[in-house]
């Protein structure tokens, strides 16, 4: 494994070590490049938010995402939909995550993203480990300090207040790295972490400081402005910059949308579906764009 330095992690960016013979699909489009001389490839994700629609159809979608050359396919914790039937169909997280690592042969995994506050640091660590290896080397772990009331309210989990379910985030970061160092078997790779979240003050700090991948939401701009800030935690602490991708969720086509992110970093582009339907037709148009990059 790649060593640490000042207790970071010195992964590369996520796509870059493959240490299993159940690759994901090699690196051919084009790359970008990060403050420091480091490279991210352009890479196109999935959300597959297992909500209104039976299991065997999110598996179909999987393996259909998964064919059409997407790189990533995450899902989402929540225990309940968050648009739509309020009380409509919905599958657990990482339950599901088990069945798409022995489902799929390629595409990396994860949860956009994990709610911090569902479960016990040392707990999610060994499941995360569990998942890294039943899929030989790909899961990402996503993971975020939670928002959505109602699974907090429904499950019997404590709420508290915004920012001490950010400072619950911080705290669990390194108790879940400190896991993976003594667990036996090891993870297979240094398990890539993703933080979602803009906040300036702790999430983009936690971000400099655990992460391989970030997560945003919003134009151009506001992205641009969130990977300042993230640039600065990281020159505070001493990281490289470009040892972080930047990600986006996207709803337009790329036509409207690719140039302006790809200019401001970001290398990793989501595409939301929901059930029942789950239309791809976005997410091919934004893998097309990917391959058309050469």
């Not at 993976?180 to 983009?204: C, F, M, Q, V």
């Not at 910059?241 to 140039?259: F, H, N, T």
């Amino acid at each position: 494994m790649p060593p640490r330095v000042d207790g970071r992690w010195t992964a590369p960016c996520p796509g870059t070590h493959r240490p299993s013979s159940r690759r994901p699909r090699d690196v051919r489009p084009h790359d970008r490049e990060h403050d420091g001389g480091m490279t991210a490839p352009v890479r196109i994700g999935l959300q597959l938010q297992p909500q209104h629609a039976d299991y065997g159809r999110i598996r179909d979608t999987l393996l259909a995402a998964e064919e059409a050359g997407a790189d990533v396919v995450f899902n989402w914790d929540h225990f309940f939909p968050l648009y739509g039937d309020p009380d409509g169909k919905h599958f657990e997280c990482w339950t599901m995550l088990g069945a798409w690592a022995e489902t799929t042969s390629r595409v990396e995994i994860g949860a956009l993203v994990t709610c911090n506050s569902y479960r016990n640091p040392e707990l999610l660590a060994d499941m995360a480990r569990t998942v890294d290896h039943i899929s030989q080397g790909r899961l990402i772990l996503g993971i975020g300090s939670g928002w959505f009331e109602k699974d907090y309210a429904e499950y019997g989990y404590d709420f508290k207040t915004a920012g001490r379910r950010l400072d619950d985030l911080g705290a669990a970061l390194p108790r879940i790295r400190d896991r993976w160092s003594r667990l036996n078997p090891a993870p297979t790779r240094d398990i890539p972490i993703l933080i979602g979240g803009g906040g300036e003050k702790k999430t983009l700090r936690y971000t400099a400081e655990h992460a391989a991948i970030w997560h945003g939401f919003g134009d151009a701009d506001t992205v641009r402005h969130k990977c300042a800030v993230l640039d600065g935690h990281c020159r505070d602490i001493g990281r490289d910059p470009g040892e972080i991708a930047r990600s986006c969720g996207v709803q337009k086509p790329p036509s409207e949308a690719a140039q302006e992110l790809l200019d401001v970093g970001v290398s990793l582009f989501t595409v939301g579906v929901g059930g029942p339907d789950h239309d791809l037709s976005l997410l091919k148009e934004w893998i097309a764009w990917r391959d058309s990059l050469g």
